[in-house]
DNA sequence: TTGAATACCTTGCAACACAAAGTACTAATT
DNA sequence: AATTAGTACTTTGTGTTGCAAGGTATTCAA
């Protein structure tokens, strides 16, 4: 029922992950497994039962816009692209985690 | 259907909660009122309907002990302890948390 | 005895991350 | 031509979490 290390950070995650795809999101367009990619080389595992769904709510919330490319490898990629709405709604998520990273040291520091 | 700003914190928040309140509860003994005080203190909001049945669970996995005190101001309080197997736990969430945070800061430089 | 203040607890709901399985396209083997 | 490996996207079901809303119980002052 408990693998304590692994869910700790799993649980960690939530919440987080929305605000990273934005973020990458934010540089440049991409497509599902290349985010993927980053995060993993950025150190947060996240596999693809995680990261599509979430890129479709955001894409429904008109958070992200997306259009198909062909690819010499394989099938056609669904570039995503944040949008105007996405913007603002890092801008909220950018306040948000530096609230939390302050009231996490605000705890500890006490 | 959405209050986004709160909404994002609200998500942000999750698993974080139970960090903060281990390390609440790694200085000093508390209950959950005083608990609910530090943490709005620390601006950190939340409520009873939260906190409560995350101290059941954290003690139900060993995390926490508990002790009754009689109050003159009201009724008995509750006073939750961190336990050892609650403090190899929280060291555990101190790297997870300290994972994450880099984790945003590499994607946010790039 | 009524009300306010304090403190604890429960129920039902929505959002999220994940495991597991499935679909579909391309290119290189066999 | 058929099979396999690789890439990419999608869906279903499960467990965990935070929250709104409501409830129980104790003490003390008006």
Redesign the interface.
Known sequence: M?N??EN?????????L???IL??LD?KEAYASSILD??KS???IVVEGTVYPLLIRQKNQGLLSYRWEESTQGPPRKYYCITEKGRQ?LG??DA??Q??????K???E?
Do not use: F, H, P
């Not at 700790?8 to 987080?16: H, L």
């Not at 609230?99 to 996490?104: C, R």
């Open positions: 408990e304590s290390a700790v950070r799993s649980q960690m995650r939530k919440g987080v929305e605000y990273c973020s990458i540089k980053e995060l950025a150190n947060m709604q909220e998520m948000a985690w609230e939390i990273v302050d009231t996490i605000t705890i500890k006490r």
